[in-house]
């Protein structure tokens, strides 16, 4: 009943969804300390994601410091703004080994940690002596076995040694940060709750380890180092919204400075170099900055253009560098003045037009949609429609569940507009984006509640508007977008839903419990209301592979088999399932990806297939016959 895809399947050529993978992807911007020199990752422009640099006054082009055949992550500057602390994974198995990469060195990778670790590494700063690096993982220094969870290290470049200098009572993500004079180091824990997280802040040298915020049991607050190493910037979850303020090291002094329940706050940080706090707020999915002196409390919002602009950091005289993008406009690094008024005021530091035949023009731009969900709840999402008649419409649900789609540039999205569907993009109950209270409303039923009543509500009324059309509706996604796609083939009738194409999906939520990395159990046990030991009911109701004998419409099932977040095991026990009853699918796998399909090569592979596939399955064909 199974066809196997070879990934090396033979592709027809299609110019524009090469040159849409090959179209350079800025992410995770870091700016120098001495405020010269901004990083980050770049897609699209290698065989894999690779760091490149560039200097903050415009005056010439990017540097790549890296290429591989293997992603590659920034994680942070040295003291002296002349390094870079990265990590790289392999074949996309998440167990990351550190390097340095020095700018005037282009290209060269010093390892600091071994190859092919059995751990997972959280985190990585070097001290400003050079020698000590920090860091999370799961890692028992004195047998050198990976444990359940992730104490802070200091790990000793000249020696070797490995210090554990704390360690959580529970699994969890710790991410330890070190702050810019050496003395101490941020790390999170969440041992009393899975919902909660709380911050505390240890020595380098392992003494005073204390919480320094806990606003409840099962709330979340979140600390930054501001750049003079002794006062903490606190993000705070509350009742109804969230609180920012700050901490002093030296007297222990708690201070609010935002207290409003009509803001949402999805990130705050202060650039180095700067007095000035950019707190980074969403209003209905979309951004909204602002620069904050915490002295005084005079705010400032940035710019605002269509589309998004993150102000970064001060380069100048009333000149920041920050991240631009929208839906037609890569992500983007440039320099702009705070009194920028379109995008005309923007300069690019990449300098990606220069690397693409594509335009602006080139892509298709969202309707902001509204409906109602099965309680009358509203739910919003993006709507993306091609210039000539739909052949159906593919929803596009985004993983997390906490994060949101935003107006925001997806080549598989655009490429599959330009194939003739509509795309339907939902930010379902429990995205961020909208008010701590509607993040925070999948936890009501947890996974495989109404969250996906609210994407069958969006599919409902776009065929109630006469845009979608019965039978000709699929559905795809990532991670947990994936877990939806399952759902929705084994919950909905097949004029609501008759394709879908699952990548790296949870398919049996107690194997996926039982095989994720440890330290993402507890988000798991937060969204479920427990363990599968402490609710196995709910565990066993909203596993998608209990109901797979209901499955009437085609199946596509993508996988990346270095996956361990969503590890192939889910595949292997669904697939099971599948067989037993004798349920056709199709399955397309990656032996050299992990959660998610990155590598360009895999893309093309991938993005034509499904559009192939979703349109074999609106037309009523099967090229499996």
């Not at 405020?35 to 560039?54: F, K, S």
């Not at 590494?121 to 220094?141: E, S, T």
């Not at 598989?412 to 209270?437: A, C, I, K, M, W």
Request: with cysteine; proline share 7%; hydrophobic share 40%.
């Amino acid at each position: 009943m199974e066809r196997q895809l070879a990934v090396d399947w033979v592709l027809k050529s299609d110019g524009y969804l090469d040159a849409l993978i090959d179209l350079p992807t800025a992410d995770r911007p870091r700016g120098s300390r001495d405020g010269r020199w901004v990083a980050w990752v770049w897609y699209g422009v290698g065989e894999a994601a690779d760091i490149y640099v560039a200097p903050t006054d415009g005056l010439a082009p990017p540097t790549r410091l890296t290429a591989s055949s293997d992603d590659t992550f920034l994680l942070s500057w040295t003291a002296d703004s002349r390094s870079l602390i990265v990590g790289q994974d392999h074949g996309g198995d998440e167990r990351v080994r550190l390097f340095r990469v020095d700018l005037d060195r282009p290209l060269t990778m010093v390892p600091l940690t071994e190859a092919d670790p059995a751990y997972y590494i959280q985190g990585g700063d070097l001290h400003p002596n050079g020698r000590w690096l920090v860091y999370g993982a799961n890692l028992d220094p004195d047998t050198g076995r990976e444990t359940e969870v992730t104490p802070v290290l200091r790990h000793d470049l000249v020696t070797g040694e490995r210090r554990v200098l704390a360690r959580p009572e529970k699994a969890g993500a710790t991410w330890p940060v070190l702050n810019p004079t050496g003395t101490h180091i941020l790390y999170s824990r969440n041992d009393r709750h899975p919902a909660g997280r709380q911050v505390w802040l240890v020595g380098i040298d392992g003494q005073g380890d204390r919480e320094i915020a806990n606003v409840g049991e099962d709330r979340k607050v979140f600390g930054f180092w501001f750049p003079d190493g002794q006062r903490v910037l606190l993000l705070a979850d509350g009742d109804s919204h969230r609180r920012l303020g700050m901490w002093d090291l030296e007297s222990g002094e708690l201070r609010w400075l935002i207290d409003d329940p009509q803001r949402y706050i999805e990130a705050a940080y202060v650039p180095d170099l700067s007095d000035q706090i950019v707190v980074i707020e969403s209003r209905e999915a979309r951004v909204r900055a602002s620069l904050l002196d915490w002295r005084t409390g005079i705010e400032v919002f940035a710019p605002q253009i269509p589309g998004n602009l993150i102000p970064l950091a001060p380069v100048g005289p009333d000149q920041w560098i920050g991240v631009y993008f929208s839906s037609s406009w890569p992500s983007d690094l440039v320099r702009f003045p705070l009194g920028a008024s379109s995008v005309e005021d923007l300069t690019s530091l990449t300098r990606v037009w220069e690397m693409t035949p594509l335009t602006p023009e080139d892509m298709v731009s969202p309707e902001d949609i509204r409906w109602r969900s099965v309680d009358g709840r509203e739910i919003q999402g993006w709507l993306y429609r091609p210039r000539g008649e739909a052949v159906g419409t593919i929803v596009m649900v985004h993983g997390g569940p906490t994060y949101h789609s935003m107006d925001m540039l997806d080549a598989q999205g655009q490429y599959f507009v330009r194939e003739g569907f509509n795309v339907l993009d939902p930010n379902y109950r429990g995205s961020t984006g909208f008010s701590l209270e509607f993040r925070e409303a999948i936890k009501e039923d947890g996974w495989g509640g109404r969250e996906q009543d609210d994407i069958r509500a969006g599919i409902e009324a776009l065929m109630a508007r006469g845009i979608a059309v019965p039978g000709k509706v699929g559905i795809t996604g990532v991670s947990y977008g994936g877990y939806s796609a399952w759902w929705a083939i084994t919950h909905l009738p097949v004029d609501l839903v008759a394709a879908t194409a699952p990548v790296c999906g949870m398919t049996d939520l107690v194997v996926d419990y039982e095989t994720t990395r440890p330290d993402l159990r507890p988000y798991s046990a937060e969204m479920m209301g427990g363990s599968p030991q402490e609710a196995p009911e709910r565990f066993y109701e909203r596993s998608p592979i209990r109901f797979v004998d209901r499955i009437r419409g085609r199946l596509l099932i993508v996988q990346g088999l270095r996956d361990p977040n969503v590890t192939p095991e889910n595949v292997r026990s669904v697939i099971a399932e599948l067989q037993r009853h004798g349920v056709a699918y199709d399955l397309l796998a990656f032996d050299d990806e992990g959660h998610g399909i990155t590598l360009p090569k895999n893309q093309r592979i991938l993005y034509r297939r499904m559009a192939e596939f979703f349109a074999e399955a609106f037309s009523g064909s099967d090229a499996r016959a």
